[in-house]
């Protein structure tokens, strides 16, 4: 049995991030993958092809040194445009002025991180398919007959939503695992350049927010977009109701108008594009002996907070923070993380859920506008005291869990607020006492 | 490969009733179970060796005309006998007179369940262990080089919480899955008979309330009593905390003062008898193509309602009335019942939770005694009308999920009450009343 120091289970997003991280800091890390190498490869269908990338993110990438390298390649996205039922549109910005997110290949941005750790050392072994993991003796039994067993002093499953290491963790007693998929899947459908150039505004997040559904489109570097319906499996209206090229169409004249002219193959498109389920999974704890999860092998989460790489990427910030603090004893450093990390886990978790609702349906809604507005007004008037939800998430550090709470309690002033408000002019100062006074409650 | 009828996996208690029920309708059923024939073995160690039969599981027993043999050996439970500190007693009925729970062992009722069904036709297959389920052609495979294969028209997987059929669900898109292990873990321990009788009032479940953890025990055919210790694992008093022979010692000395005489070897029991974790699963669908979960396997529960089993039971007699009215058209019943079911197991799940609250610390309470008095009061003036949320659930057929609305509004009242109120003279009339009004909007 070959012994390693560190070995990753997956070479995704999380997983390289987390061994270039451990290499430079002088550890023999082996990444165990079993896809082919992606650099020479095509993109896995029924995968995003582009992601949102913000602060916890960027941070992350920053300590690892490699945000230089990506940064060329990202897109801003500025604020929210919100296309309603005749295409007429409406931009809500994200934060204050400077302040965007970006969108991101997905594929792109795993080839530089796989390049940056082999830069420092990491080794990359793909097409190993890990088919078992003894968590006693901290080893993997592989698929392929040249490399049969790999033991390891520290074995970290970075191996996503359907974790092999997470399947030995949920065989052994008191291990928490929840796993619920929503009602609605997702189908991508691409909106090609025109002429060259982009087809809508590309510096935003494009939303057709329809109450039970939405359609949501970000840009790529080759001037396209990649949409994303958002839709019911079943029902009335949903993808199970929408069986003949007929109702696609239809279905498309009556909801997405403006999208048609944009995409000249969409019913082919529609047919053809495989639908993928939406899952969140929570876990507890990440932790056995020597063996940990981390990203969405523990935490898999909806997209709809652009969050879920962003929290993979400061799950590895943070256990690079907390090894530096306990000199990486992994007896002390392994559930330390599992138990420090799980509420902001659980808290993005719900986050990411409601934030469907307010996507698909809030944004429209003229009480939803109005509230940003004050939001504004607030921050703008007092930067240290009040930061809306969004961006605590979006824009700060501040964990998740802490972020969520704060946010509850903007939620409860909000509520009681009059009927008619008016954003421009209601006065400042008794809603920030009356949030000072509740956060000491709650902090 | 052999071909079955019906495939039952699991000879627990579920999977022979529900044998005997499809035998008796005139399928052909075939039961795998890994374990041994258990009329040829001891007690598996862990299990709990008596549990509480009440009227949803004997309705179910009677349906399948095995109930009379059952009868003989249940001993009567009429109510909670409260032990508290000092040793004093303090008796609470279930319900109103002839109304009770019996103790009754787990093995001893599954091996007349087993008998039963054998003598109806049912075909069991003991120490088979299921390795695999196929879902596409309703296979199994099992560890046995002698039957390497089975393929059926129905399987029905009765595998208890670590089903080998939910395995396979959990591999498959959008199945939902929640597993939550609680903070308490049990230990059982032994009251013998003293003199050839019982050393506490026999006719009563016994418990010793003590906040955050609790005693119970249960009495057995031999006069001796099962006592079941639910404790956190971890804390300042804890199974953690108990480590050597004096704290064990000193910990029933100071909590469980009346029962120290009663086991005179307590340390080597508690030393020597294992300590079990307690889960709650809830998953969903339950059915994929012609494979369905029952009882444990698609919704195990804490013991705290003393309902796991009976839920099961009645799960077996629901899946006969509605296999009835559907004529046994797989196709339709297998979804129906995942369906229509689902909603009662979660509320089981939940009401069971909410107990180990009630049992361990509000029993105690003058307040919560009160309120039960003040419920019997309502409950003889109004038996149509107002019937305590224990007695639903315990005494009726009311499905769970509407005994457990029903509960709410109950206690929505109850919370109004005045705290000084008095339960043998407050009137009855107003609050009949409001809950008759909340009934309509809720129901």
Redesign the interface.
């Known amino acids: 049995m070959e012994h390693k120091e560190i070995s990753i289970l997956g070479a995704g997003l999380v997983g390289s991030l987390l061994a270039a991280l451990l290499s430079q800091k002088g550890f023999g890390v082996d990444v165990f993958e079993m896809r082919g190498d992606p650099r020479s490869q095509k993109i896995g269908e029924g995968r995003s092809i582009n992601l949102a990338l913000s602060h916890r993110g960027i941070t992350a990438l920053k300590r690892a040194g490699v945000f230089e390298k990506i940064e060329p390649a990202l897109i801003p996205m500025m604020g929210r445009m919100i296309h309603d039922l005749k295409g007429n549109l409406n931009f809500q910005s994200y934060g204050r002025a400077s302040q965007h997110i970006n969108s991101v290949s997905r594929s792109g941005l795993n080839n530089i991180l796989i390049d940056h750790a082999e830069s420092h050392g990491v080794n990359f072994h793909f097409d190993h398919k890990c088919s078992q993991v003894d968590l006693e003796s901290v080893a993997m039994d592989f698929d392929d007959p040249s490399v049969r067993s790999v033991s390891s002093e520290v074995l970290i499953g970075a191996d996503g939503a359907f974790s092999m290491l997470r399947r030995a963790l949920?065989k052994t007693?008191?291990?928490?695992?929840?796993?619920?998929?929503i009602e609605h899947g997702y189908k991508e459908l691409h909106i090609p350049a025109v002429n060259g150039t982009f087809a809508m505004e590309p510096n935003n997040l494009h939303i057709w927010p329809r109450g039970s559904f939405m359609l949501i489109a970000l840009p790529n570097p080759d001037c396209s977009f990649t949409c994303t319906l958002f839709f019911p499996?079943e029902g009335d209206l949903s993808f199970d109701s929408l069986k003949d090229d007929a109702s696609v169409l239809q279905f498309f004249e009556t909801y997405f108008q403006d999208v048609l002219p944009l995409i000249p193959d969409l019913v082919a498109q529609f047919q053809t594009n495989p639908t993928a389920?939406l899952v969140t999974i929570k876990t507890s704890p990440w932790v056995k002996n020597r063996s940990l999860l981390i990203g969405d092998a523990s935490h898999a989460i909806v997209p709809f907070y652009g969050q879920g790489m962003n929290a993979g990427f400061e799950d590895c910030r943070l256990f690079m923070e907390w090894g530096e603090k306990l000199k990486f004893d992994w007896d002390k450093l392994l559930p330390y993380f599992s138990n420090h990390r799980k509420a902001d886990a659980d808290a993005i978790a719900d986050l990411a859920m409601k934030n469907f609702v307010e996507m698909r349906d809030k944004v429209a809604d003229e009480r939803f506008v109005a509230i940003k507005k004050l939001e504004s007004r607030l921050q703008e008037a007092y930067p240290d005291s009040w930061i809306p939800l969004y961006s605590m998430v979006t824009f700060s550090d501040i964990p998740y869990s802490k972020a969520k709470k704060l946010g509850e309690l903007q939620e409860q002033i909000m509520r009681a607020l009059p009927d008619d408000f008016d954003p421009m002019s209601h006065p400042l100062v008794p809603i920030i006492e009356s949030f000072n006074a509740l956060k000491k409650d709650v902090l």
């Open positions: 949920e007693d008191r291990f928490n695992f929840h796993q619920h998929y499996f389920s």
